[in-house]
């Protein structure tokens, strides 16, 4: 799927991420394979508990406690040479995450190491969903911006400062002196988002993590955001790694879309192919069950029947089998379909035994032992809403 | 203020509740010149220094068996209207009429005790957080059965009966009764506030974002469960929500309103292809397209809403507006009606220029249908099972 290690940043293999409960073991993401490719911008969609949230804090390193990555490599390349990975792994310990091609791998890297002290915040960042919790209410904005830079870039308090304001200006800000020396408090949720912005931009990170930073605003508000993000990626050259569950912002603003659901990859095309020719029985689903400006109103919204199933159910084979309206049976529900690559000039991937020429996928052992928790699963409520808090987050 | 008020409080009874009247479009409600105003207290005495005017003002009426929608960004003033008309927020002006078919018009806003346990169980409420809206400690059946034992319908096996009958109803089992609300997803939550809406057969739901928290696909199955309620039922609903795209599916009437005031309000076709005021049209041009060859060029409205606290002069949006000229900041423009040809369409706008301005409607999506299933090649060439 790879142009070679230097056109991606991130190259995501086989990412397997496991909360422990006392309940039982929840697997947010069961083997999820994709790359971002440099100076893209690649949308994140599926519905709650889907695994892309997790996806971007096992990125960052941030999952909560329990959670932990149990398989799998986050292999990240920083921009220009192969020394790169060199400066970023000073410590000893951290010597085994480097890799061949000259990358690192974030799955290596301790938490709380040096080197993974060194890429989160400067070379990828993060902004998150509620911008009043993301933001320290007791300290000013420019203080907080300060802070990153003092940490990453420079010493210089007047100088931190001084770029600090004009981070401020670039977000578009009116007024960025004053904005600057305000509390969080004091701004609108538009302002919050756009000073979240600018402190993950203030370290000219390589990679933003945009994790659904226009769910809490207005559509108009919303429309400003989107707009300041395609302006800065063009700006400064980064990529950016969208998360939402909105199919109308990824349209708008992302190049490349990968569509999950309960801890996989199913479909991932570029944005043009998914809406135009979405070949996984789940992103059609999804596709028709948006309500449409200017389709036909009296008509019924599709629906996808049944409930995303809890987190602790397992479901063998693919696990959309219980709601799609492709089913198979003795296909679906035994074997994981394996990811096909489509015939055509895209990269057109996609998960489902309607597009695998011999059932090809691994037989789950899932099947044989469980075959009733299938059919039970698609009415099953979240009968544990903090494991599925857990996965959300 | 006051004078604009009164104009567009007349101009609104002449013009017969802004909708041609029909033996079948009766109203159930009308709503005239409808204050909010919350008192902002400071100081050491806590002594009033301003007041934050939530809702200032607003006319508006709803049909018996449609869907009248309010749109508007956060802090327009549209859940506390909505609160308001059910006297969850007492209102601080205005008058609310319920037109009901035993005790006829009422005006809610002045009502007695009496008179208004007599008509809360005609007007409910949906909302926005199936979280937050059901008491954890109570099971599924008791929340339903509250509003019956509270009203004191039903009672020992007909009060059961009839909460397995609404659960039947919203698409859930009778067993579900025992359970706890915790032990359902978002959309079974929701479900289970609409039977608890539903319970006391109401003519009027007032429905507060109650899709805006639940998964698109989820949120597909509770508003074909509206809809289907609303046809089997009669019910009408005031549905206040901030996403477009399910506001022109679900609603046969669409009111916007900015900072406290409703600015323009139509039937959703006039309202969404014939806008009259430009805040509308930029809310219509705001909305993300589900479709990536129809991308959003230009920003459509820049800046923040003005705070209700201390709102601009004259027309509220001209701070915002492309297109204000002098006298937006100078007068405040009433609800006018929009005449075509010289009639009266029920269609009004509260813009100085709403007659000359040529506004763009929504943007339709180039995406007719996405095909169900795989297609018919592809599935042959497929193992059957």
Same mark, same amino acid.
């Given at each position: 799927?790879? /142009? ?62 329990p ?10 390349h920083?921009?220009?040479s192969?020394?790169?990975?060199d ?9 085994d ?7 690192? /791998? ?15 915040g400067?070379e ?24 990153a ?30 904005i ?5 408090h ?13 402190m ?30 395609? /302006? ?13 569950h ?16 309960l ?15 979405p ?33 602790y ?19 679906c529900?035994?074997?994981?379909p ?8 895209t ?22 032992e469980?075959?009733?928790a ?6 099953q ?13 | ?15 017969g509740?802004?909708t ?35 809702v200032?003002? =607003? ?12 749109v508007?960004?956060?802090g ?12 969850? @927020? @007492? ?21 007695d ?9 005609k ?6 957080d ?13 929340v339903?059965? @509250? ?5 004191? =319908? ?8 009839r909460?397995a ?20 997803s ?19 739901i ?9 998964? =698109?696909?989820?949120?597909?199955? =509770? ?19 901030h ?115 040529k506004l763009?409607?929504?943007?339709v ?12 090649s ?8």
């Amino acid at each position: 799927m790879t /142009d070679g290690p230097t056109d991606t940043i991130v190259s995501v293999k086989d990412l397997e991420v496991e909360f422990p409960t006392s309940l039982g073991v929840v697997r947010a993401l069961n083997g999820v394979n994709f790359d971002i490719p440099r100076g893209k911008v690649i949308g994140i969609v599926g519905e709650s508990g889907c695994g892309k949230s997790v996806t971007a804090r096992a990125i960052m390193q941030i999952i909560e406690r329990p959670g932990r990555i149990t398989g799998g490599s986050i292999e990240f390349h920083r921009k220009g040479s192969e020394a790169a990975a060199d400066e970023l792994l000073s410590e000893p310990e951290d010597k085994d995450a480097a890799t061949r091609s000259g990358g690192v /791998d974030i799955a290596k890297l301790d938490p709380n190491s040096r080197g993974m002290r060194a890429i989160r915040g400067a070379e990828i960042a993060m902004i998150f969903q509620e911008p009043m919790t993301s933001l320290n209410p007791v300290y000013t904005v420019g203080s907080q911006i300060e802070e990153a830079i003092l940490l990453h870039q420079t010493d210089d308090k007047q100088q931190a400062k001084a770029q600090a304001v004009d981070m401020l200006r670039q977000v578009g800000m009116p007024n960025p002196e004053r904005i600057a020396t305000s509390y969080p408090h004091e701004l609108s949720g538009g302002m919050r988002q756009r000073a979240m912005i600018a402190m993950a931009l203030s370290c000219h990170p390589a990679l933003l993590i945009a994790d659904e930073p226009t769910t809490a605003l207005d559509v108009t508000t919303e429309a400003q955001i989107l707009s300041l993000m395609r /302006d800065l990626k063009s700006e400064i050259g980064m990529s950016i790694m969208f998360i939402t569950h909105s199919m109308g912002v990824v349209a708008q603003l992302c190049d490349e879309v990968i569509v999950m659901y309960l801890g996989r990859v199913v479909e991932r095309a570029s944005v043009d192919e998914i809406f135009y020719n979405p070949k996984h029985p789940y992103t059609r689903s999804l596709l028709r069950s948006i309500p449409r400006i200017g389709a036909q109103r009296q008509e019924k919204l599709e629906v996808i029947k049944g409930s995303i199933p809890d987190p602790y159910t397992r479901l063998p084979g693919c696990t959309f089998h219980p709601r799609c309206p492709d089913y198979m049976d003795g296909v679906c529900n035994t074997i994981i379909p394996a990811e096909t690559l489509l015939a055509g000039p895209t990269l057109h991937t996609v998960r489902c035994h309607l597009y695998s020429d011999n059932n090809e996928g691994e037989p789950d052992p899932l099947a044989t032992e469980g075959a009733s928790a299938g059919g039970q699963a698609t009415d099953q409520a979240d009968k544990q809403p903090a494991a599925a808090s857990a996965l959300k987050a | 203020m006051t004078q604009t008020t009164t104009e567009q409080a007349t101009d609104i009874s002449d013009q017969g509740q802004g909708t041609p009247e029909s033996a079948e479009h009766k109203p159930l409600l009308e709503v005239t010149d409808l204050k909010k105003h919350f008192p902002i207290r400071g100081g050491l005495l806590r002594r009033e220094i301003g007041t934050v005017k939530a809702v200032d003002g =607003v006319n508006l009426s709803v049909n018996r068996g449609e869907t009248l929608a309010i749109v508007g960004e956060s802090g327009c003033g549209k859940s506390t209207t909505g609160r308001a008309i059910l006297r969850l @927020e @007492e209102p601080t002006g205005g008058e609310i009429v319920f037109h009901d078919s035993e005790l006829g018009a009422v005006n809610v806003e002045s009502a007695d005790r009496q008179t208004m346990a007599r008509i809360r169980p005609k007007m409910q409420i949906i909302f926005q957080d199936p979280f937050a809206s059901l008491d954890s400690r109570m099971t599924v059946g008791r929340v339903i059965a @509250e509003p019956l034992v509270i009203n004191k =319908v039903l009672q020992g096996k007909a009060l059961r009966d009839r909460v397995a009958e609404l659960l039947v109803e919203v698409g859930l089992r009778p067993e579900h009764a025992s359970r706890y609300p915790h032990a359902f997803s978002g959309g079974q939550r929701q479900r289970i506030g609409i039977a608890r809406a539903i319970a006391l057969n109401p003519d009027l739901i007032v429905c507060d974002e109650p899709v805006s928290a639940l998964d =698109v696909s989820v949120q597909a199955q =509770v508003i074909n469960l509206m809809e289907d309620l609303q046809s089997r039922l009669g019910l009408t609903y005031m549905f206040i929500s901030h996403d477009l795209s399910v506001v022109e599916h679900i609603s046969d009437r669409v009111a916007v309103m900015y900072v406290g005031r409703v600015v323009e309000i139509g039937t959703t076709a006039d309202l969404f292809y014939n806008p009259k005021h430009p805040y509308t049209e930029a809310l219509l041009q705001a909305v993300p397209q589900p479709d990536p060859r129809n991308r959003l060029e230009v920003v459509p409205l820049k800046g923040d809403v003005p705070s209700p606290a201390s709102p601009p002069s004259g027309c509220y949006f001209h701070t915002r507006c492309p297109y204000a000229q002098p006298i937006c900041s100078e007068e405040t423009p009433p609800l006018r009606e929009v005449k075509v040809d010289g009639k009266a369409t029920g269609h009004q706008a509260a813009c100085h220029f709403s007659d000359e301005l040529k506004l763009k409607g929504a943007v339709v999506s180039s995406i007719e249908t996405v095909p169900q299933t795989a297609s018919a090649s592809q599935a042959a060439g497929a193992p059957s099972a």
